[in-house]
Structures are given as structure tokens and as C-alpha cells.
Antibody, heavy 119, light 107 residues
């Protein structure tokens, strides 16, 4: 059973960089065949796709966030990470990591982590 | 704003059938996947591809598509089906995107 777990600070100051890591267990990122994604949900709102990374390191980002987002992968630790720069209160959200399969379905999700942007 | 449109809220009587729809031009080219989200929990995949259910999802959940509309049907809705439902597919540029979500109330 694949499991994903987000970790990182729950509070980030405005203009700083939000950094989160997703640790994958029960399956290897480097086995290929899946895209490893970040998705967020603003309080009381819907889901927003942030971007994904393949085990090879190739990435694809939401155009609306592309200038501020970096997703990286560490296959030796079976982790992938999100960095979102120059954050504002509008970036306050629950951040999920998820696995996307070849049929564009997010079949496994982390539990989510709330990140609040506030001074 | 999302290029996938969902009704904000839908209600169904216990044991009856309900259809939740997702509209968007990209659905003419791509399948939708559907997610159930209960308060305080992560979304759960319930339907993907043409009409596939992950292991553990009851067979009362089914999916279909016609033209620019994808549908999630719950046949014989149960109290535990009360949740928010999101569709996911690609937008006109091929980027992944979610619908705005539908809040399902089981009466």
C-alpha cells in the first residue's frame, strides 16, 4: 500500500519561501510510471493543481504559479519537494502531495498539511 | 477560474440515484476522474478513465461521458456518500485542472 506524507513548516512569513516535502512509502518513486504531484486547497474552497515531477526530474507547473514554483525529487530518500517563493496570504492553504497514474488519476494522496502565511 | 464547471450543490433522498455533472470543452478529448472529499480529509479517487473504480470503492459509483459533459452517478445513495465531489481533467491547454466541486447532501 502506497502512502504519502507531507512535512514542513505550518507557518510562513509573507515574501518568504514555502517549503514542503512529501515522503513516499510502500512504493519507489524511481520505478517510474507515475507523476508525483502537489495540489492545494484554499480554506473552504476547491482543489488547485500546482505541478508535478517525474522520477527523471522533468517537471510541469500550473502556468498561474509557474514563476514561483519549484518541484524537485530525491529518489535516494524517496521524497519529492515543493518550493513556492514570495508567498502572500493568498497562498494560505492545505497542501497535498499525490500520485498521478497514467490515466491522469490521483490514486494516492497524503493527508494534507495546512500552511498559513502570516507575519 | 476553472474550465471545468460543476453545480455547487446537489441533494438526493436516501437510497435514490443522483448524477453529478462536470462540463468543459476539454472533456470531448479527455476522460474525467472523480474524487470524494469529506470534511477534514484528503480527497479519495472514486472513478477514473472510461468508468473504472479503484479497489474498495462501492459499485454504486459509476462514471460516464457524453460530449462536453462527464457524469458521476451514485445509484442508491447512502448517508456516508454525503461529501464534496470534484472532477478532474485537462483544460484547453492540456494542463490538469479540477472542477469547482459539488456538495452532495443526502436527505
Amino acid at each position: 500500500q502506497v502512502q504519502l506524507q507531507e512535512s514542513g513548516p505550518g507557518l510562513v512569513k509573507p515574501s518568504q519561501t514555502l517549503s514542503l516535502t512529501c515522503t513516499v512509502s510502500g512504493g519507489s518513486i524511481s520505478s517510474g510510471g507515475y507523476y508525483w504531484s502537489w495540489i492545494r486547497q484554499h480554506p473552504g474552497k476547491g482543489l488547485e493543481w500546482i505541478g508535478y515531477i517525474y522520477y527523471s526530474g522533468s517537471t510541469y507547473y500550473n502556468p498561474s504559479l509557474k514563476s514561483r514554483v519549484t518541484i524537485s525529487v530525491d529518489t535516494s530518500k524517496n521524497q519529492f519537494s515543493l518550493k513556492l517563493s514570495s508567498v502572500t496570504a493568498a497562498d494560505t492553504a492545505v497542501y497535498y502531495c499525490a500520485r498521478e497514474d497514467y490515466e491522469d488519476a490521483y490514486d494516492y494522496w497524503g493527508q494534507g498539511t495546512l500552511v498559513t502565511v502570516s507575519s | 477560474s476553472s474550465e471545468l464547471t460543476q453545480d455547487p450543490a446537489v441533494s438526493v433522498a436516501l437510497g435514490q440515484t443522483v448524477r453529478i455533472t462536470c462540463q468543459g470543452d476539454s472533456l470531448r478529448s479527455y476522460y474525467a476522474s472523480w474524487y470524494q472529499q469529506k470534511p477534514g480529509q484528503a480527497p479519495v479517487l472514486v472513478i477514473y478513465g472510461k468508468n473504472n473504480r479503484p479497489s474498495g470503492i462501492p459499485d454504486r459509483f459509476s462514471g460516464s461521458s457524453s460530449g462536453n459533459t462527464a457524469s458521476l452517478t451514485i445509484t442508491g445513495a447512502q448517508a456516508e456518500d454525503e461529501a464534496d465531489y470534484y472532477c478532474n481533467s485537462r483544460d484547453s491547454s492540456g494542463n490538469p485542472g479540477f472542477g469547482g466541486g459539488t456538495k452532495l447532501t443526502v436527505l
